[in-house]
């Protein structure tokens, strides 16, 4: 405060040299406004500090393109992957070479498709069942001018998006588990068939194999 006296003693000296002295109701006026402005100028840098550090601490926790930083991953964090969930376990099999269908304990007789309509092999899931529907005669060698009404019928979807049914083989009965009459399906007895069809539920796996060569 005694530095800023002098600096205006010093000024209303050089100001009034040659005019009468100055009252010190003056020089006190003066004084006062000088210490106003500097005050403003403080209060105007600490309000610019504080804006320059919130500015910095934005840019801290958003990044430099003003997005979010995502949190950690399990990966990021050097955590181990999470393992992928297990397959889930057949519900019944089917071996082809043997004629034989297992659910539940029980070994059924089945018939495969012939050798120029073998029957796919590999994981299938239930998808739907119907106690009756109406499918294209070519797939029972009829023709594709024929609707042919199947009892019992349980459709199996592959990941592939391959689509196959057990059914029940009403027109021949004997040809399960001695012989391969389908044009690719997996036709049981009218009683298994409807067995099958009241036990298995959507979302079922259904395991298809062939333990030895293609019926030729």
Known sequence: ????????????ADRHRAAPSVPAQEIRRLAERRGRRRRA????????????LAGGLA????????ARPAPPTAASAGAPPRP???????TATVDLTQHELT??????????????????TGRMTVVAKYPERRLPGATVGLGEEYDVA????????????????????????????????THGWIGLRSADAKWCYELLR???VIRISRTGPAPG
């Open 150 to 181: 199947m009892r019992w019928v349980v459709e199996l979807r592959a990941a592939d998006g391959t689509t196959n049914y057990l059914v029940a083989l009403t027109f021949n009965e004997q040809a399960p588990g001695e012989r391969d009459v």
């Open 59 to 66: 840019v801290a926790f958003t990044g430099h393109d003003g």
């Open 202 to 204: 959507p979302g079922d």
């Open 1 to 12: 405060m005694s530095d800023d006296l002098s600096d205006l003693l010093h000024e209303v």
């Open 84 to 90: 992928s969930p297990p397959q889930r376990q057949a």
């Open 103 to 120: 659910l539940s304990g029980r070994r059924l007789p089945v018939s495969g498709g012939t050798a120029q309509h073998p029957t796919p």
């Open 41 to 52: 100028a403080y209060a105007g840098g600490a309000a610019a500090v504080a804006l320059a």
